[in-house]
């Protein structure tokens, strides 16, 4: 038989890891696999339940660059331009769909947003375009316009599966030499000195020098075994999907106001997610009665025929949110050899290609990309929050901060 | 055997006829029929294709437990027609297949599997990103099951279509143990709400009137009788509501239980919540079990229940008496029942059929279905105890209906959505069921119960006792009782432990 | 012996499974999420029990200390309009 799609994970643990990754999710296999390709091939990742099991498997898929910063349109346009050729690059159909990606403003305040946001957009290559309600009916004729002023169209966003960037990542991973091992939970951190020395695991202990923290929602207990608290909180944040039905809608898309994200999937289903205006700390993912009233009601709004479509099921996921709702990339100042691929809210998912070749860069050279240098760690310590306006994103607990006006797709 | 002859036992002109378009074609039905028993009694054999492999779909499960009967209706897809009721001037679509669902030009798809074997997109189109985004766009125009039409359900957004409801105790189902812990708690004098999906409390009783699988156990009393007199002991029950046609879909935190009540949303808040949702009929496997034509042994007792024949001339799989029980309806009903295979050794019952004429075949199953479009023929081949075809050679007996009844499983989706506490068991003839860990007094977990065969798959008897069980202890649970029901309580796990150890 | 459906929903059938297990996908979470059953129209409701039997089969695995997929409401497809819809 051909090679199998995901590989044997059956390697015996070795004493000593160049670097070991926590969080067998798209970011910390996309990570391992990016380092081994740069030439570190004595890579542990451990994953406490199946790969893909946390927030990789759970969100909504959605992709795009188009934001307002130029901090995070730049981390965000790696990230795209690496979708463009990821199924090519590990040699696994992705399903990275080009079908475009729309956000809608029913505000005039949001409207001006997209405004602003489309030639700094452009200015660093993001292949976006303001369209008005006219346009916006052109690309999605289901949608009701009446309520719209303006939008973002990203053509070359999207949406990808994301399963297969688990199964790719890890196969591709698996191929370079690296060690992935489901399964296994990680106890304990050593740190000594202030220096990470190894780490502890259901599958016994190893020594590193190096520890990467990608473990997503669980990424605030993970530092809590360093002994570092990050500026970062668990939530939960929940889908639902409907009864296929023929394709209505092509792009992905987000509608900035009523904080609400979908897409149709290639099967008919629609995947959609909705923010409430607040939802406090907490690590249970059991689905709410809430959730699916708030999602449906604003789906609705947006597509009208959809109000004879059906949901067919509900699930919930953990993220790591942080204080401007921005990821925590690099290494911590309190614990040398303790780095950080985490923080990413709800769009960890999009990040993960480039955010793998970023970090890999970062850890192989020792020296910062420039894309991801104002995402360090201590910029709260050093008041260096961004605030990025066009996060589908409520703040959590500070509603009155400035700009930080939404929460995740 | 004239096929012209209608499927309605009794003939076409006994009910009140109602009329609605099929695909544009105009067709009648009787009152209290389902979409899906209409279009059966219409000769309506293959109602859906299926998504990858283009094959036909019928009637099959006549519960909404299986996608063969999506249908569009009235604007809205993907409504399950085996149980949505027929209504005057109503629209209803096939999904599926082009240019009809009858016949699918994509039909051959079904013979290349093998040039699609599962994941093949992930290994394919993995260079040159353009490939794969035709492909998709072939794909997304061959998924999917329908289009909601702008405008269905219109009134249902501006009307009354969401309450606020409370009690005290939530019974869900109102089959045996259902109406026993409902009867139990209301009598107690607590405030019940009493949620089933069926047009009319019952449940499996409804199913078979006349005597049933579940008979033995019931002391000479007729499923009749016992459903006469557990309806009247909850009717007129001031603190008793009953909501019929309604599906409790969800249990959340804080007690809330979402019911999905036709289009009227409740959401329903309770103190305790038994779950008495019963069980499903599990599919047996065999080559080509999916043709239009094969049916569960609980689809057949649904149809003859609305008073329409499943077929003409039937052949009848068992792994239980459930299975020859459903043989015996179908003769008594005017189905020609040519053949049984039972997968189990002859006994009282079966050779009750054999004198009825029918072909016996003991140890014997379903090995393969022949036909395309409906069922031409069933190949009954040998098979061991649990029902797994051991030999090749069998014997192939012509027939228009293959029913395979097979072995339950507890409907407890809602039990689990509740609790994690539960254990897998192994039960009889291969059912795996996933049991709750239950004290004496039914208790699954704190406010919650869970009573018959949703809990685990038993007999009449035992779902009663543990209805009354649960009923009382959830009702005890909450108020001091008078020491008469705290004895009834007693009595009743008494006699549900002396069965347990018998 | 000639292939036989397993999942209605989905069109999966057992040399589906068998594929799938060849394909490294060996626990039922994995299962499901790579051969999509238990996540068509029925959620498991005519397919689960035979689903899991095949795949224990095939694996070796005892059926009863398979890990089942977490059950996820809605028991039935709710619409949209009705959920959406404003508290009367």
């Known amino acids: 038989m051909k090679r199998r799609i995901l590989p044997r994970l059956d390697k015996q643990l070795r004493r000593t890891y160049e670097t070991a990754i926590i969080g067998g999710g798209v970011h910390g296999l996309g990570l391992a696999y990016n380092l081994a390709k740069r030439g570190m091939k004595n890579v542990a990742v451990f994953e406490k339940s199946y790969l893909g099991s946390g927030a990789s498997g759970r969100n909504t898929t959605l992709i795009r660059s188009a934001f307002s910063t130029p901090e995070w349109i730049d981390l965000m346009q790696a990230s795209v331009d690496a979708w463009q050729t990821l199924s090519d690059e590990i040699g696994f159909n992705v399903m990275f769909t080009r079908r475009g990606y729309l956000i809608v403003a029913t505000s005039e305040k949001n409207a001006e947003l997209c405004r602003r946001a489309v030639p700094l957009q452009n200015s660093r290559g993001v292949a976006s375009r303001l369209v008005d309600v006219k346009e916006i009916k052109a690309i999605a004729p289901c949608l009701d316009t009446s309520r719209i002023h303006a939008g973002v169209f990203q053509s070359n966003g999207g949406i990808a599966r994301h399963d297969a960037v688990v199964w790719g990542y890890a196969a591709a991973a698996d191929r370079l030499g690296v060690d992935i091992f489901p399964n296994t939970e990680v106890t304990a951190i050593d740190v000594e000195g202030g220096q990470v020395r190894g780490v502890r695991t259901t599958r016994g202990s190893i020594s590193t020098p190096r520890v990467v923290n990608a473990a997503g929602g669980h990424s605030p207990d993970v530092a809590r075994l360093a002994g570092v608290e990050l500026p970062a909180k668990t939530y939960p944040l929940e889908a639902f999907v409907t009864e296929p039905i023929k394709p209505m809608l092509d792009p992905a898309m987000i509608c900035l106001e009523t904080l609400t994200y979908l897409n149709q999937t290639a099967r008919g289903e629609f995947v959609a997610g909705s923010e409430p205006e607040q939802i406090p700390p907490s690590r249970s993912i059991r689905s709410t009665f809430d959730f699916l009233e708030l999602t449906a009601r604003h789906m609705v709004q947006l597509i009208p025929a959809l109000a004879g479509a059906s949901i067919l099921r509900q699930w919930a996921g953990l993220i790591d949110m942080t204080l401007d709702l921005g990821p925590l990339l690099g290494e911590t100042d309190e614990v040398k050899g303790f780095c950080l691929d985490c923080g990413w809210g709800g769009y960890g998912f999009m990040a993960s290609p480039g955010a793998g070749r970023l970090m890999a860069d970062y ?10 240098k104002p995402f360090a760690p201590n910029r709260f310590a050093l008041n260096k929050q961004i605030h990025e306006p066009s996060l589908v994103v409520l703040l959590p607990e500070e509603k009155s901060a400035p700009a930080a006006e939404k929460r995740s797709a | 055997m004239p096929s012209s002859e209608s499927l309605r036992i009794g003939g076409d002109s006994a009910r009140k006829r109602i009329n609605f378009l099929y695909n544009g074609r105009s067709l009648s039905a009787c009152e209290g029929e389902t979409i899906g028993a209409a279009l059966h009694a219409s000769g309506v054999k293959v109602l859906s294709r299926s998504v990858k492999y283009r094959r036909p779909r019928g009637l099959f499960c006549m519960a909404g437990n299986c996608p063969n009967c999506l249908m569009q209706v009235d604007g809205r897809p993907n409504i399950r027609a085996c149980v949505y009721p027929v209504r005057e001037g109503a629209q209803v679509c096939s999904q599926s297949g082009w240019p009809s669902t009858r016949f699918d030009a994509f039909a051959s798809i079904d013979a290349l599997g093998f040039l699609f074997p599962i994941g093949f997109p992930y290994r394919y189109f993995v260079h040159g990103g353009w490939l794969y985004h035709k492909w998709e766009r072939l794909l997304r125009h061959m998924a999917g099951h329908g289009l909601p039409r702008n405008g269905a359900l219109n009134g249902v957004s501006a009307s009354q279509v969401k309450t606020s409801a409370e009690c005290e105790i939530a019974v869900v189902g109102a089959g045996p143990a259902g109406l026993a812990a409902a009867q139990a708690a ?54 008793l509501r009953s909501y019929l046609r309604a599906c409790a879909f969800g249990y959340y935190d804080d007690g809330l239980l979402g019911v999905l009540q036709e289009n009227h949303l409740i959401k329903l808040r309770s103190k305790r919540l038994i779950v008495a949702t019963g069980a499903y009929e599990n599919p047996t496997l065999a080559e080509n079990w999916d043709r239009p034509g094969v049916m569960l042994g609980t689809a057949v007792q649904r149809l003859l229940a609305l008073g329409i024949k499943p077929g003409r001339k039937a052949v009848v799989t068992a792994v239980n008496d459930f299975g020859l029980e459903v043989a015996r309806r179908l003769i008594d009903s005017g189905v020609e029942v040519i053949a049984v295979a039972d997968c189990r050794s002859e006994s009282e019952q079966s050779r009750r059929l054999a004198e009825r004429g029918v072909k016996l075949l003991m140890s014997h199953g379903l090995k393969a279905v022949r036909g395309r479009a409906s069922v031409k023929a069933a190949l009954l081949a040998p098979c061991d105890q649990e029902g797994r075809i051991v030999s090749s050679n069998g014997t192939s007996v012509a027939c228009d209906l293959a029913v395979t009844a097979g072995a339950l499983q507890p409907a407890n989706e809602l039990l689990f959505q509740a609790t994690y506490k539960g254990s897998y068991v192994l039960e009889s003839a291969g059912t795996l069921a996933r049991v709750p860990i239950t004290g004496d007094d039914m208790r699954v977990d704190e406010n919650l119960y869970a009573a018959g065969n949703a809990g685990s798959i038993g007999d009449l008897e035992k779902s009663l006792l543990e209805g009354e069980i649960a009923g009382l202890s959830a009702a005890l649970s909450l108020k001091a009782g008078s020491s008469a029901l705290k004895e009834r309580c007693e009595s009743a796990k008494a006699r549900l432990s002396a069965r347990r150890q018998s | 012996m000639k292939r036989r459906i397993l999942c209605l929903c989905m069109d999966v059938t057992d040399h589906d499974i068998e594929t799938a297990i060849a394909e490294g996908f060996d626990q039922t979470e994995t299962l499901k999420r790579f051969t999509a059953v238990l996540m068509g129209p029925c959620e498991g409701k005519s397919c689960a029990l035979n689903v899991l039997r095949e795949f224990a089969r095939l694996t070796g695995k005892n059926i009863a200390e398979l890990r089942v997929p977490t059950l996820r409401p809605p028991i039935r497809p709710l619409p949209l309009a009705v959920m959406g819809a404003e508290e009367s």
Do not use: F, M, W, Y
């Not at chain 2, 009783?205 to 049933?212: C, F, I, K, S, V």
């Open chain 1, 363 to 372: 850890i192989v050279s020792g020296g910062a990309p420039a894309q991801i």
């Open chain 2, 186 to 239: 209301s009598s107690a004098g607590c405030q019940v709400a009493l949620i089933d999906e069926g047009a009319r409390p019952g449940g499996s009783l409804l199913l078979d009137n006349t005597a049933g699988s579940r008979s033995e156990s019931r002391n000479g009393q007729s499923g009749g009788d016992l459903l006469k007199r557990l309806t009247a002991a909850i009717e007129g029950q001031p603190n």
